[in-house]
């Protein structure tokens, strides 16, 4: 009897739970007629946001909202579309959720926000401009375009970004770079471990400079570099040998710094940390 | 006087040092004079640093430039016009934002000297120990993370963390610079270092917190 009496209570608290996650949560979408190149801005404090390529000239947003504590602003002026979470009065991180789905024209800018994250945009050849503090930030597939990245805590993620001009800064999120190649790649980072995985391209410029992280860096023996590789107070290491060069730029000292070139060195590759370790690794 | 209409006459106080009000709730609130030390010694830094030095004005666009990429500073543009300004978000705390510019500035004349000095003019390297980071939390970074607290107590531990890590870097950034002034590579990780604390000042004031 008493045991029914539980499942009873416990069914009932179920129901209400259950009953007030479904109406908290709403949906919502918004839909913007635009021109080639648009720009577009999604701003959220909490939740995630993830952008696509769309099928036509428009920019298609749908908005998944957990309570009343939070509404989405949005504007557009011509081609630039803002979408904003609004916080109200009352709001916490706990209740102000938002998480969005937009699909934008594979040729529009992009700029993305939120603490928490995580981010993502994909197959898409505008600008993406991705951004949290703590948000887990992944891009992938973009051609041609600029690629900058800004997280605090957050870990960031980017694959097969060709011909980008791109910039990551992070303090203490960890970053991996698989197969990003581009006239400028610059990471820095404070404590957060850098692994590099690609062939660096060709005549681009590679900058990977951390405080006390580890730098990794993965290559095909046939990828063409001109490398140099410092730390102040950690270890270097490179498993792929290197034609020594004439001249460098600081006093190659065996363990703490190396540097030399591989094939044509199309590229130029300088790695650089104070007290994080340093790997060239053979792929 | 409450501690907003204080700050709202924070300006003024700073020009001309206040009226009776105002010099009377200072020496009773201890954040708020807490505030004023902090504002006083970068508005001295920044004197000192001055008179040590004046950038070339390439220098200043250089910075301007940098200070909007990194979206410190802004063009008006009207698709902000959603977002309600800096000061309704952050009401007394948007002082911060010029500190976070002071860092970016500052960055920039601490490794001005050493950059021309590749030039061939002839330059002093060593930096005046006033100017040297400090390997703890300043008052500014302190402000910041009672900004912090009160609005997102959460993160309050994430920023002291990277704060701490980044007032690390800025040391061993100087240090290196001190060590080598004619290093270009260490001049840029120094810049580097502030570029990251100006990161996580531009984060909670202007974008990450609610």
Same mark, same amino acid.
């Given at each position: ?86 916080? *109200? ?99 820095? @980072? ?47 290491? @490179? ?45 | ?36 030390? @902090? ?42 016009? *959603? ?128």
């Amino acid at each position: 009897m008493q045991r029914s009496t539980y499942a009873t209570e416990l069914t009932v608290i179920a129901l209400i739970g259950l009953t007030s996650w479904a109406v908290a949560e709403t949906k919502k979408e918004y839909r913007f007629e635009v021109g080639p190149k648009a720009k577009v801005s999604i701003i959220n404090q909490f939740g995630s946001v993830s952008v696509r390529p769309s099928t036509g000239n428009y920019v298609l947003v749908n908005a998944t909202i957990y309570s009343d504590k939070v509404e989405v602003d949005h504007a557009q002026n011509g081609s630039r579309v803002d979408v904003q979470s609004h916080l *109200l009065s009352g709001a916490t991180a706990d209740n102000s959720r938002v998480d969005y789905e937009v699909l934008v024209p594979a040729d529009a800018s992009v700029d993305l926000e939120s603490t928490t994250g995580p981010l993502h945009a994909e197959r898409l050849h505008g600008d993406v401009v991705a951004e949290g503090a703590n948000a887990s930030i992944d891009v992938r597939d973009i051609s041609g375009s600029h690629v900058h990245v800004k997280t605090m805590a957050g870990p960031i993620t980017l694959t097969n970004i060709r011909d980008g001009h791109v910039e990551i800064d992070s303090v203490s999120g960890d970053i991996t770079l698989n197969s990003v190649t581009g006239p400028l790649v610059r990471v820095s @980072s404070t404590s957060g471990r850098i692994q590099y995985d690609g062939d660096f391209g060709y005549a681009g410029e590679y900058r990977f400079n951390s405080h006390s992280g580890n730098i990794d860096a993965t290559i095909p023996q046939d990828a063409s570099v001109d490398v140099k590789a410092q730390s102040v107070r950690g270890q270097v290491q @490179s498993d792929l040998p290197l034609q020594p060069k004439v001249h460098t730029s600081f006093l190659v000292k065996e363990g703490s710094s190396f540097a030399g070139t591989i094939n044509k060195a199309a590229s130029s590759v300088w790695l650089r940390t104070f007290s994080g370790k340093i790997h060239l690794k053979k792929r | 006087m409450n501690c907003a209409q204080f700050q709202r006459e924070l300006p003024d106080f700073l020009e001309d040092g206040g009226n009776a009000e105002l010099q009377s709730h200072l020496k009773t609130c201890g954040n708020c004079s807490g505030l004023v030390t @902090s504002l006083q010694s970068i508005i001295h830094e920044a004197q000192f640093l001055q008179a040590s030095e004046e950038p070339s004005p390439r220098v200043w666009n250089a910075l301007e430039i940098q200070l909007r990429k990194e979206k410190i500073i802004r063009e008006p543009r009207a698709s902000h016009s *959603l977002l309600p300004s800096l000061r309704e978000r952050w009401g007394i705390a948007a002082w911060l934002v010029p500190a976070a510019a002071a860092i970016l500035i500052a960055a920039g004349i601490m490794v001005l000297p050493n950059s021309k000095s590749n030039s061939g003019v002839t330059q002093q390297a060593a930096l005046p120990e006033s100017v040297a980071p400090k390997p703890a939390y300043d008052q500014s970074d302190e402000q910041l993370l009672q900004e912090v607290s009160m609005r997102a107590p959460m993160m309050r531990a994430a920023y002291e963390a990277n704060l701490k890590d980044v007032n690390n870097y800025i040391r061993d950034a100087q240090e290196s610079v001190n060590a080598n002034p004619n290093d270009e590579d260490a001049q840029q990780a120094l810049m580097d270092a502030y570029g990251q604390k100006s990161m996580i000042y531009e984060m909670a004031l202007d974008r990450s917190l609610p």
